[in-house]
Each structure stands twice: as C-alpha cells, then as structure tokens.
C-alpha cells in the first residue's frame, strides 16, 4: 500500500517564478492538506482541499493555490515567488470519515529553494 | 502568535531510560492533540493522540498525558531507543486529527547506547 508521494523532490526557482507541486494521497484518503515548514520551524497549514473544493485555508496569501482532482490528488501552486518561499512543503492525506480521531499521513515533502 | 509551544528545543537520555518531551498550548478550542515524530529527509510520521475527553493515552513504549487545566501533554517513551532519535512535533487541532493541525516547532531528541 503506497503511502503520501510527493513530486518533485527538490526544486530551485528564482524570485517571481511560479512552481506547481504535486501530491498522491495514501488509498483510501480523499482529504488533502498542505503546510509548509520553514527551517527550524513546524510545519504551518496552507490549505485542505476535500471533493475537489478548498475547505479550510490558513493564513497564506493569495499567491498560493491549489486544485484537487477526481483521483484525490493534488497540486500546490506558488506565484510570484519570493526569497521567503523557501521551504519544505509538506502534504498530507486523511480519510475524513471520522474528524474526530482520524490522522493525517505526511508525504516526505518536496524542498523549495528561491534564489 | 504560537499557540503551541515546545520550549525545549532538545533533550538527550540514555538508551533504556524515561524520555519526556513537554508541549504547552494557548487555545482552548483545541480538543485533539497528536505527536509526530520526524526523520531527516523523511516527512513526519504519526505517532500517538489523545482527544480532551482523555488524560492519559497508551501505546505500546508511547503514552501521551493531557491536563487540560494547565493546557498541558507531555510524550512519555519508556524504554528509550536509539531509533528514537528523531525531532518530535507537537500538534493541536479544534475539530479532530484530520482538520487543521497547528504545530509547535519540534524537538530533537538523541538516544545515546
């Protein structure tokens, strides 16, 4: 049973490009989150999207983005990037069957750098 | 503005002795509360949670305790291991584990032999 995956894996842009980063939920999840972590940070919540609609945002600009597919997958797309982009970004699935107690399984996350 | 805390930003025992890791949070909406454990190069894995009805969650060498008047947990790892080195994260959510989690910014913890 695959778990999260996460592509790519590393990824070096300049100051206002755009990126687009991809994620697989574990089978059987239909919810997916994203966060961000800095370097010696934890891990900061952009967005969740569940039936490909955005549920539930933090506190991120509208510079990011994202889609969710029929296949539950997902993307996260930056614009107008800046040098504070530079992070690890992290997604993370989750059935939704039970709020209450159910967890959320992180991919190994793709490593954004913005020169 | 942290609303959950990790004030310890690392912590070494001894293989086969008590490790105790400490997580505070401000939010009293918070009613579910995980750690995750995190390798290099990994993302983080879930570990333990507890829900606010609970003080006190066990799992195997893993507990996790909850007092929710001093908006404390505490990770108990009994016996310690040196495949637990690793940062471990606190997290804190008000509508359950699958919701928005907000985080505390990790601990590392190193297991000598």
């Known amino acids: 049973d695959a778990g999260v995956t996460q592509s790519p894996t590393h990824l070096i842009k300049t100051r206002g490009q755009q990126v687009t980063l991809r994620c697989s939920p574990k089978?059987?999840?239909?919810?997916v989150s994203w966060y961000q972590q800095a370097l010696g940070q934890g891990p900061q919540f952009i967005f969740q999207?569940?039936?490909?609609?955005?549920?539930q945002r933090g506190n991120f600009p509208d510079r990011f983005s994202g889609h969710q597919f029929p296949n539950y997958s997902s993307e996260l797309n930056v614009n107008a990037l800046l040098l504070g982009d530079s992070a690890l970004y992290l997604c993370?699935?989750?059935?939704?069957?039970?709020?209450?107690?159910?967890?959320?399984?992180f991919g190994p996350g793709t490593r954004l750098t913005v020169l | 503005d942290q609303q959950v805390k990790q004030n310890s930003p690392s912590l070494s025992v001894q293989e086969g002795r008590i490790s105790i890791l400490n997580c505070d949070y401000t939010?009293?909406?918070?009613?579910?509360f995980l750690w995750y454990k995190k390798y290099p190069a990994e993302g983080p894995t879930f570990l333990i949670s507890i829900s606010s009805i609970k003080d006190k969650n066990e799992d195997g060498r893993f507990t996790v305790f909850l007092n929710k008047s001093a908006k404390h947990l505490s990770l108990h790892i009994v016996p310690s291991q040196p495949g637990d080195s690793a940062v471990y994260f606190c997290a804190s959510s008000s509508q359950g584990g699958s919701e928005k989690l907000v985080f505390g910014k990790g601990m590392k913890l190193t297991v000598n032999p």
């Open positions: 939010n009293s909406m918070f009613d579910y």
């Open positions: 089978s059987g999840h239909d919810t």
């Open positions: 999207y569940y039936e490909e609609e955005e549920r």
């Open positions: 993370a699935s989750s059935s939704g069957d039970n709020p209450s107690t159910d967890t959320q399984y």
